[in-house]
Every structure is written in structure tokens, then in C-alpha cells.
């Protein structure tokens, strides 16, 4: 995966076409690029970034931003009061406990 500016590239290559390409993830609209190497591949990420967010600045609307750093989650009322006394039982907030424990399972 690439970065840039907060933005996310997810990388794939095409044997048949002999070609890298890949997409912007966590964003409703669509960024794609695509280069021969990893170089050109780079650079094309980079400059559908740019490009992206120049075309949205002409036209006068805000960029789509990946992830919010909001993940709101539904539970039933007594799986939320479970996690509640996991939580407190380890003397961390909701939140904070439910992070941990989501990175975990995650591999982070």
C-alpha cells in the first residue's frame, strides 16, 4: 500500500498486460493509476492525489476524506453491557478498550 496526503493506494499487477495499477481505497469516489514500475507507479499515485484534489478544488467542493476516525458500532443492549464491564474491569474506557481490542484482532 502507498500513502499520500492521507490517502490510501492499494497496488495490483496485471501479468497479462504487464502493468502495475491500482486504486485510491476508503473514499466513495474513484482514483485509479497505474505505471510499468514501481517508479511510475509511485508517481502516478502521487499525481492522481493531485489531480484529484486540484479537480475538486475547481470545482468548488470539498474532497473526499478517508476515514473519519468515527467507526460507530451497533450491539445489542447486552453485549453492549458486557463490553462495558470488560472495559471497566481493565480500568480503560469503552472506547479505548474497544480499540485495543479491534487492533489486536486486526494484527496491529
Known amino acids: 500500500m502507498m500513502k ?5 493506494g492499494t497496488v495490483w499487477f496485471d501479468d497479462e498486460a504487464e502493468i502495475f495499477y ?10 485509479t493509476f497505474q505505471g510499468e514500475s514501481v517508479a511510475e507507479l509511485k508517481k502516478a499515485f502521487k499525481e492522481s492525489v493531485e489531480d484529484y484534489l486540484n479537480l475538486c478544488k475547481e470545482r468548488g467542493e470539498s474532497p473526499d476524506k478517508p476515514f473519519s476516525g468515527q467507526f460507530p458500532i451497533r ?4 453485549d ?18 474497544a480499540i485495543e481490542k479491534l487492533k489486536r484482532a486486526a494484527g496491529g
Open 22 to 31: 491500482g486504486e485510491v481505497m476508503g473514499i466513495r469516489d474513484v482514483i
Open 4 to 8: 499520500h496526503k492521507g490517502y490510501t
Open 75 to 78: 450491539a445489542s443492549a447486552e
Open 80 to 97: 453492549h453491557r458486557i463490553f462495558y464491564l470488560a472495559a471497566v474491569r481493565e480500568q480503560k474506557s469503552l472506547n479505548a478498550w
